[in-house]
């Protein structure tokens, strides 16, 4: 299929590695765009000889032409007009989660929404390998798609977490396709919420008879994907893991969600009652969300770097009932926070928030004239031991600290992973 063909690969993250990998084994010629020098890659052993580079702010300058096919990574907007323009001219546009689909011999579970898919897919996983399947886990969390295909087999189960990003463009749905919660995420990518929504409906619209369409009913925007959906429809609510709450490690409401339609699927896939129930009690969830990773005279150090949008930082606001320190703030996507300013004003036990990044102005301003009674503190890029420090200070006896930034990092920190490990040094060393 690829042999002899002129392939490019719009950036070079673990996603275009193993597409490169992929299709070099196929006998393609590639090249390799990344707005990265080419200093700054990492190409972990694959021989760089037999890959044309164009790296560079300009990499695309020279436009796209003569390649037979281009595969974006999901950073790359699918619309930027080179792509665009190269589509014209009847190249084909890919990527590698569609190569996965049309090369996978196995059913695939596929898991979307804004936040909790990477907790959802990860509870799904755990549960199908103790229940006895040939169960993988890929993707943005797991291991890349592509260099599984030799290892599975018609019977295996591939979980993959789905972001817009990949699901833009796809044109094939999951076996099973979960949709959790779905707010406002990345309009600094979307042209528009509704743009983001349609692409998330992908997860569905293109299933057959035979698949299953597993859907939050307790909000409307993922209630409303049950008109595309082609499979059969089976709606969940929290509610459904409320039985297992005694049950489960992981804390919040919000996690409810994340069970509850981990049971679904366990449910369709017929897990044993035990297999299911060793796994509800164990799983710890992901780093990185809602995660303690310490205590101080008393104070206790919750790590929620992956709340890069309000709607996370709500969720985790509402599962403590403790005196509560918010570290709030980072690089400004341009998402409104109005619902989140009002859960803050009405939430008693936030006594202090602690602002950072380019955001903590913005932030600043929004709480001057509501009726928020705790201390804010502006620390704007300072470093995050003095973060914690500061955070450590101003907590009570029995409180909690909460990094909850809803906001993404960009502005400080390389991602929400190195943030998230800063806040743990930072912890670890107080």
């Known amino acids: 299929m690829f042999k002899g063909k002129k392939v490019a690969i719009l950036g070079f993250g673990l996603e275009g590695k193993d597409l490169a990998v992929y299709l070099l084994g196929q006998g393609a010629d590639v090249s390799i765009f990344d707005k990265k020098n080419e200093k700054d890659l990492d190409f972990g052993g694959l021989d760089t000889n037999k890959i044309t580079l164009i790296c560079g702010e300009n990499y695309l300058k020279d436009g796209l032409g003569g390649f037979d096919y281009i595969f974006r990574s999901p950073g790359v907007y699918r619309y930027i007009p080179e792509i665009v323009e ?20 196995a059913k695939i579970v596929g898991v979307t929404g804004t936040k909790g ?23 943005n969390i797991g291991k890349a798609y592509l260099e599984l295909l030799p290892k599975l087999k018609k019977e295996s189960i591939v979980i993959l977490e789905l972001s817009s990003f990949q699901l833009i463009d ?18 600094d990518w979307h042209k528009d919420l509704k743009e983001y929504v349609d692409a998330k409906k992908n997860i569905v619209k293109f299933q057959k008879d035979d698949d299953f369409a597993v859907i939050n009913s307790d909000y409307v925007t993922p209630k409303s994907f049950a008109k595309e959906a082609k499979g059969k429809v089976i709606f969940f609510s929290k509610t459904l893991a409320k039985k297992y709450k005694d049950n489960l490690l992981l804390r919040g ?44 005279g008393g104070i206790k150090f ?6 890069t949008g309000p709607q996370p930082t709500i969720a985790a606001i509402n599962s403590f009932l403790e005196p509560l320190t918010l570290i709030l703030g980072g690089y400004d ?22 602002l950072i990044g380019d955001l903590a102005q913005r932030f600043g301003k929004m709480f001057t004239g509501v009726k928020y009674k705790g201390n804010i ?12 420090n500061k955070a450590l200070s101003l907590t009570p006896t029995s409180g909690v600290v909460l990094l909850s930034p809803a906001a993404a990092s960009f502005d ?3 991602d929400y992973k190195e943030r998230g490990k800063k806040f743990k040094e930072a912890v670890a060393n107080l």
Not at 90 to 105: G, H, M, R, V, Y
């Open 333 to 354: 996507k341009g998402l409104d926070y109005a619902d989140l300013i009002k859960v803050i004003t009405n939430k008693k036990n936030v006594k202090n928030i602690i």
């Open 170 to 187: 796809m044109d094939v749905s999951p076996h099973i396709g979960v949709v959790l919660n779905i707010t406002q995420d990345h309009l």
């Open 302 to 307: 919750y790590n929620d770097s992956f709340a």
């Open 117 to 139: 898919k990477g907790t959802t897919s990860t509870l799904i996983y755990e549960i199908l390998k103790e229940g006895g399947y040939d169960a993988y886990l890929a993707g």
């Open 377 to 388: 503190v502006d620390m704007g890029k300072k470093s995050m031991t003095k973060i914690v």
């Open 86 to 105: 190269a589509e014209g001219r009847e190249a084909k546009i890919s990527s590698a989660i569609k190569l996965f689909f049309e090369k996978c011999p």
């Open 412 to 414: 400080m920190f390389h």
């Open 253 to 296: 409401e919000h996690n409810l969600e994340n069970v509850a339609g981990a049971l679904v699927v366990s449910n369709i896939l017929k897990i044993r009652k035990e297999s299911l129930l060793k796994i509800l009690s164990t799983f710890k969830g992901l780093e990185h969300r809602l995660e303690l990773v310490g205590e101080k």
